[in-house]
Structures are given as C-alpha cells and as structure tokens.
C-alpha cells in the first residue's frame, strides 16, 4: 500500500517524518506547481474554490506517481472543504484511477492503524510527536523570518535561508538533529546584514486557512510584503491548527479563541472556515497592527461573509482584500500590495505630522 | 400590535405558514415583502461586495424594502436540523450580516435553530422569540405547536399532491386541515397518476429560486404554457429525498443539499424525462452538489441534465433558447423511442 495526501503548505515535513517512523511507505505529491494547477483546474467543475483544485492536482499527481490510497480530511461544517473528496472521488474515478480513499472523519486512529498495518498506539503518537516537533521548528524559523524580510539588506536573503532550513529539518533523523538544524538557522538569519535604523511597518495576513499558510496558493504574499520592507504577522499556521495543548484550550488563550471573543459584537456565531476569526484578527490587532492584508480562495463562503461585516467594525484599520483563484495574475497582486503598503506609509506620516 | 416584517426570500417559501401561525396566534401581524424586482435586487446588491451570491443579496433587497413597514424584522437562523449536518455560512451569518450592512434596519428577531445543542436549546429559543410577545409561556408552547402543525399540513399538501409552494400557501389558508378530498376538488390537482403522455420535467434546487418567478425568469410558468408537468423538490416526502441523497452522495452535508442531491437522484431514476438544476453563480454547496448530480447523469445516460445559472445579469433570452433547445431534444427523444 502506497500511502498519499495532499499538499497544505510546509505540513508535508511533519507527515513525511511520522511515515519514516513507523515505517510505512508515502509518496509525498510533487511540491504544489503551475502543473498542478492547470491539472486541478481542469477537472474540477467550474465554480469551485481554489483549495479543491489544488488538492485536486496534487491527488493526480500522487496517483502518477503510483499512490493507491489516498488520505483526505472529511469533516462536518458549513464550509465546502469537508465536502471536497465526495466529488474529488468520483471525478478521479471517471477519471479511471483505481485507489481507496481514507477520510479523517472516520476517526483518524483507525484511519492510521489501517495503513500502517496496526501499528501500536504508542508507536503513532511517539511518531506523531516526533512529526509536530520538526514543524514546530519549521514554524519558530518562519517567524524570525518574517521579520528578518523586512529589514534584510539584500532582498531575497532570508527567503534563501528558509528554503535550506525546510531541506535541512526534512533531513532530521533525531530530535537532537532538529534541534540542532534550529539553532543553525536562527543564528544564520540573525547574522543577515540589515539595515540600521529601520522601524518597519507591521502587516497582518489573515483569511482562509488554506490559502494563507500555502505560498503557491498565495502567490508569495508573505515575501512580496517583505521586499516592500513590511514585517508580516501571521496568526494563522499549519501547527496553530494542531495544537492541542490543553492549557491555553482551556483557558481560551489560543489566538483563535481570543479572536472570536473579539468578534462577537459584530459576528455573534461560528460560520465555519475561517471567517469569524478574519473578522476578530480585525477587531484584536487594531492597535498594534499598521494594516491587513485580507486573503481568500475566489468564492469563499465564509471570507465574503467577513468582507461584508469587517467595514462596521468600530475598531479602524486599513484592509486589503486579494482573491485567488488559477487566473490571478502576480502583477496584480504585487501592485495592488505596492499601493497599500504606500497607503499606509503616507497615512502614518500624516499622523506623525499632525502630532507634532 | 406588533408588526413582523417578513422577506420573501430565502427560507420564507419553505416556513412561512409555519411562521405567520406562530406570530398571529402571539398577536402580532405579519408583512411580507412584495415580490421581487430589479429594483430590490439592485438595493440589496448595492449593501454587499460583488461576489455575495445572489439570493443573499435578494434577501437584502427586501429587507430594505420592508423598512418603515414593520417594528421587528424576523431572520431566523437554521444552523442545523439533523446531527451534524449544517447550513451553509451565508445562512449562518445571516442576522449578523444584515445588521452590519444594513444599519437602518428595525431590530431583528434572531432565534438560532441548532440540533446539535439539544431539544431543549431548540424549545429555550422558541420561548424567547416568544417573549417577545407575551410573558405567558403556555401560550407561545399552544402557538409553537399549532405553527409546527401548520407546517406538517404544508409538506403534506406538497409532497403528497403535487402542488408547489405557492399553491399551497393559498390551499393552507383556506382550510385547517389538510383534507385530501378538498384539496383535488377545489384546486383542480390530480395526483397520483399524470396522463402517460405527457412529458414530466424536474426541476432541481433550492425553493428560493424555484418559486422567485422574477429571478429565474418565470421557468415555472413557462413550462407549463408548453403543457409540460412540472416535479420540483418539494414535491417529495422528506424520506424520499434523504435515501436518494444518501444513494448518491452518502450522509448529506448540507442542511438544505437534499434538496439539489437527493431530488437529483431520484429524479433521474424515475418519473422525469428530464431535469434542470437551477443554481446561482457562486453558490459555493450548489457548485460541488450539481456536479454530482451532472456526473452521475453523465454515468447513467437515462435521463437528459441541464444546468441553468442564475445571477443579476442573467438574460431572459438566453434562458428561453436554452429551455427551447431542451426541449426540442427531450420531445425527439421521446418520439423516437416510441
């Protein structure tokens, strides 16, 4: 049994490391590319949202490459992803692909003692831990990353650095080879030149999960605004979505939950993906964020829903809405990105004016 | 008195007896917004962003419209009728949404409908809408199960005689109980058995563009000038809808799919030469229910699938030589197999 999944940002490290654990065998689907794209958009029906055609492209390409069981998350909700493999299913099979597919919905313990040929539990959760600590790792790099951008001395730096961290923490065996790639890679992005004096803007970057955490799907946003010297804050990641941590899930200390609390004035309820937390990312970080940057699939239920109520909300800050979907052009969206950021760099220099 | 400002869209063509029994057993009166027209789904658009999907933005429309017409407006929210089966996010957010984008809006009457809380939360929340009213619970219980009734007599008028919303609106109001012999005398309906040679078309989707004659265009009306029997959704008994549903797409997941995926498939297997699905541009569960529905004619080869789409720049035109080429090709069909 050949094992499969779909591409969700960096997550495929973490899957990666748990199938080298226990020992099964996965075919990690090539890296999410304009191929995969054209693939997806081409079977998928027309009025869908971009994740399916990505998860689409990305299943024909593992399937290519000789996968026979493809996992997928399965859900109940309002939002159209739990929905997606009912129909990926059926247009793969028309398709004449032969494969099982597995959904989490069934209860992921079964679904991974299936694959693994009953593998203990102990065996699952010792490998599942080992898989959130290398994203964990993955996930503390990102963030020096982000703000190392926006004040690199020659554009482009930090990025490169990333790139390495990601093969480099793929590579680890132990978690002391995990650590140790961390360490590197933390001490390379601190010994980047960069430049003096600079107290850069603070953007946020908040939207649908998918579109967010994965830099294809989102044409780069996270390093365009960096080149615009913006240091990105990004709530929203792959390890923020699997974090069980039972302390800060009790007390509510969890960014998600904070930010649904301070949405309840204007959007009451949950209404599934990710709309109620674009609308208290908002309404939370008005203060201590110059701007947002608001970023969905092109048709996203729940984001057109937060773009409708996000401009009654008391709290003022300068929002940027980008749609995706396999049309978008990236000029597009560095322009657009160019003339916000300019925006709000005139704007906060009105203010300082005026208070002097 | 209190007047209820109810619009007529979305879930007014599924409920609204229900509802008008419960709020004038309480002692309020009900308005109702008037049918649609180009000039409600232009205010109604003009609150939103763009790509807000076209029966949100109707709905919007005739808000605005009820303004000045009434002192609370009712949008009720279906978060979920079965275990975890739940309504799509614009239905959700919906009260919410209305109030952001609307701020001249009277003050909504909001109950939440949410299955997965518990029998007990659905009776807390009746109670409180009916607090509204009167501080007597006993008579918002009296009133809550005459409207329940009112609402079992309408589905039964629907799924076991044919008729579609509209008329069974009219049929309710003139009787108490829905009495069969009444209902074929007075309004003419045969059911059971239609005369074999006429053709039957089904029409799948959500009621709110079935029956908004303005939005798609007087389908309804227009098949039948051609002496064409019409099978909607509605038509169906809830268990009908739900074993066909589960047939083709296994548990559903929309609160309201049953009415695109389940119609779909027991319609393709019996009693329809043919079928239109009805959807708007941008409906996100439509866009994967229909291509279900699509694929899976595509697989049979029994019966004839055409989708129509819906949205504001929508020309009557197109949707009339779209139906006639439907047509033409279902009666050749049908002379060619006889």
Redesign the interface.
């Known amino acids: 049994m050949r094992v499969s999944f779909q591409h969700i940002g960096n997550m495929w490290v973490g899957l990666k490391a748990v199938a080298d654990r226990i020992g099964f065998d996965m075919v990690v689907p090539p890296i999410t590319s304009q191929h995969t794209l054209s693939l997806g958009a081409r079977y998928s029906p027309e009025m869908v949202c971009l994740p399916f055609k990505l998860t689409l492209g990305n299943m024909i390409e593992s399937l290519e490459l000789g996968a026979d069981t493809l996992i997928t998350i399965g859900q109940y909700g309002p939002c159209r992803f739990g929905y997606y493999h009912r129909v990926q299913e059926v247009i793969l099979r028309d398709l004449g692909y032969e494969f099982e597919l597995l959904k989490q919905s069934n209860g992921m313990l079964r679904m991974i003692k299936y694959f693994t040929h009953g593998a203990s539990i102990r065996e699952i959760f010792l490998a599942f831990r080992f898989g959130l600590a290398k994203l964990k790792a993955l996930e503390e790099v990102e963030r020096l990353v982000h703000r190392t951008r926006a004040i690199e001395q020659n554009k482009g730096s930090a990025s490169q650095i990333f790139r390495e961290a990601i093969q480099a923490i793929d590579g680890a065996r132990d978690y002391r080879a995990i650590k140790q790639a961390k360490r590197v890679y933390l001490q390379k992005l601190k010994d980047i030149p960069t430049i003096s004096s600079s107290n850069p803007l603070k953007i946020g970057v908040v939207g649908e999960f998918f579109v967010v955490v994965d830099p294809f799907a989102n044409m780069d946003v996270e390093i365009e605004l960096g080149k615009l010297g913006v240091q990105v804050e990004r709530p929203q990641s792959v390890l923020e979505w699997l974090d069980f941590n039972p302390f800060t899930l009790l007390l509510g200390l969890r960014e998600k939950d904070r930010s649904f609390k301070a949405a309840k004035p204007y959007l009451s309820r949950y209404i599934g993906g990710d709309g109620l937390q674009t609308v208290g990312e908002k309404v939370l970080h008005a203060k201590d964020w110059d701007g947002l940057v608001h970023i969905e699939p092109f048709g996203c239920l729940p984001e057109i829903m937060a773009r409708n109520i996000m401009p009654s909300t008391k709290e003022q800050l300068p929002v940027l809405n980008l749609m995706f979907d396999e049309h978008t052009g990236r000029a597009g969206v560095i322009n657009r990105l160019e003339a916000f950021v300019d925006m709000i760099k005139i704007k906060k220099k009105k203010s300082v004016e005026l208070r002097v | 008195m209190m007047n209820i400002g109810i619009p007529r869209a979305l879930l007014y063509y599924q409920y609204f007896p229900m509802w008008k029994t419960f709020f004038e057993e309480l002692g309020g009166e009900v308005v109702i917004s008037p049918p649609t027209t180009k000039a409600m789904i232009a205010s109604g658009a003009s609150r ?2 763009a ?3 076209l029966p949100v933005k109707v709905f919007l429309g005739h808000v605005i419209s009820l303004i000045g017409k009434c002192d609370y407006i009712f949008i009720p ?1 279906i ?1 979920s009728l079965k275990s ?7 239905f ?2 919906l009260p ?2 209305t109030k ?2 609307i ?1 001249e809006c009277p003050p909504v009457l909001d109950v ?1 409908i949410d299955i997965n809380k518990g029998m007990r939360n659905i009776y807390r929340a009746i109670d409180k809408l009916g607090r509204y009213f009167t501080r007597d619970t006993s008579k918002v219980k009296s009133a809550s199960l005459d409207a329940w009734q009112v609402h079992l007599n309408y589905r039964h008028l629907m799924s076991n005689h044919g008729l579609i919303p509209p008329q069974a609106m009219e049929g309710i109001s003139s009787i108490d109980k829905a009495d069969d012999t009444y209902v074929r005398t007075e309004m003419g309906i045969n059911s059971g058995n239609p005369a074999s040679t006429q053709t039957n078309i089904a029409l799948i989707g959500h009621p709110y563009l079935l029956y908004d004659e303005y939005l798609n265009h007087r389908l309804i009306h227009r098949l039948e000038q051609a002496g064409i029997r019409v099978l909607t959704p509605e038509m169906l008994t809830s268990d009908e809808l739900e074993s066909a549903s589960v047939k083709l ?2 548990t559903t ?2 609160t309201y799919g049953e009415e695109v995926v389940g119609a779909g498939e027991h319609y393709l297997q019996n009693g329809a030469d043919g079928i239109i699905g009805i959807l708007t ?5 439509d ?2 229910m ?3 529905v699509r ?1 899976r004619a ?2 049979l080869r029994t019966t004839p699938f055409m989708s129509l ?1 819906l949205e504001e720049h929508t020309a009557e035109t197109g949707i009339i030589t779209r139906l006639e080429a439907f047509l033409d090709m279902i009666n050749r069909r049908k002379r060619g197999g006889q």
């Open positions: 939103v962003v790509d807000t999907c929210t978060r975890n089966i739940y309504n799509c996010s614009k959700l957010g919410d949404m952001a984008v701020t939440i797409a296994g997941y929309w541009f941008g409906c996100g569960p866009s994967l229909m291509e279900m694929r595509n697989r789409v």
